[in-house]
């Protein structure tokens, strides 16, 4: 037996079983199926729009509604396919989930947009239907008005004087004021007309002059802005130049420091004692010498008073008696002596 037979078989049998289940099972296995069925279909026609959407008209293949078959093709390709529905079932490929999400979301999305537009659409329509029928009943209002006048002012004339002449020269004025009344309206509609004219170039005057005042502002603030920028550049520059200098210098000092460093030679220990030996030799001598000379500027303080005492001895005895020319000189030459 081939695996066509076995599954033939199969088929039969599960079909069999089928239908020996009772009505009420076989109702809603129906209605699932055609509630599957009809997903399926939704599914379907969503892939084809969307798949039509991204194919060119020239090239796009016959869709699934379009083909068409006869009653007896379809009855030989059942027996045929029979035993092979199952396979076949479980060979085909469907979407995934994230394909169908994308595809969902795709097509929501387009008709979000498609009700947007048809409802600009909509009421832009509504709003330039409105408006013709907001000029249909004013006009209407106006031809109405111009019925009751012509009723009342020429009709009830004419009823009752029929055949005069004042009749129709009645009509006559009234179709004259009425071409007057027009004349005067169309002169009124061109002076507005023209003052809108006007006032429209007035606007778009101002208009061009605020943006070119707009333009100016921006220009200057951008001056500004350029020139507060240049002068941040040439601040920052100059910090530039002096932080080069400042590191030059601190290299030149670091080089320094450790070139003296590496010239520096420490001292033999002997030496060290000689040196400090000698040191404390000296500040013991430099101590010594300051002592006399603090006794010698004690003594010289002494001699300063006595002399002073002196002085003051001989400047009374010169005023008691004045002395010779020679012993003046002898006291001068004292004088300088002492000093």
Not at 160 to 189: C, F, H, P
Not at 267 to 287: F, W
Request: with cysteine; proline share 1%.
């Amino acid at each position: 037996m081939t695996d066509e037979d076995s599954q033939t078989t199969a088929s039969e049998a599960q079909a069999q079983d089928e239908s020996e289940l009772p009505v009420t099972q076989l109702c809603g296995l129906v209605e699932e199926l055609s509630h599957g069925n009809s997903a399926l279909k939704t599914e379907t026609e969503m892939f084809e729009k969307y798949y039509n959407k991204l194919e060119p008209r020239d090239q796009r293949p016959s869709q699934l509604s379009e083909i068409r078959m006869s009653g007896a093709e379809i009855a030989q390709l059942r027996g045929r396919r029979r035993s092979k529905s199952r396979v076949s079932l479980e060979r085909v490929t469907g979407l995934s989930v994230d394909q169908k999400l994308k595809l969902v979301q795709k097509e929501l999305d387009d008709t979000k947009s498609e009700i947007r537009h048809i409802r600009a659409n909509a009421e832009r329509d509504l709003q330039h239907h409105e408006a013709i029928v907001e000029e249909a009943e004013i006009r209407w209002t106006e031809v109405q008005r111009e019925v009751h006048e012509f009723e009342k002012d020429i009709l009830k004339t004419i009823s009752k004087k029929k055949g005069s002449i004042l009749a129709t020269q009645k009509v006559m004025k009234y179709i004259e004021d009425m071409n007057r009344r027009r004349d005067n309206m169309k002169d009124k509609l061109c002076l507005k007309n023209a003052s809108l004219k006007v006032q429209r170039k007035k606007m778009l005057l101002q208009l061009r002059q605020s943006k070119l005042h707009r333009a100016m502002e921006m220009s200057v603030d951008l001056d500004k802005e350029l020139l507060l920028r240049k002068e941040l550049l040439e601040k920052v520059e100059k910090e530039t130049l002096q932080v080069e200098e400042d590191q030059a210098k601190a290299m030149a000092l670091n080089k320094q420091l450790r070139k003296q460093l590496s010239e520096f030679r420490v001292p033999q220990v002997m030496m060290y004692v000689r040196e400090k030996i000698r040191n404390s030799d000296l500040e013991k001598a430099i101590g010594m010498w300051e002592r006399k000379v603090e006794i010698a500027e004690m003594s010289l303080k002494g001699y300063r008073k006595a002399w002073n005492k002196m002085k003051i001895t001989n400047e009374q005895l010169q005023a008691i008696c004045p002395l010779g020319n020679s012993q003046r000189e002898a006291t001068a030459a004292d004088q300088k002596v002492i000093h």
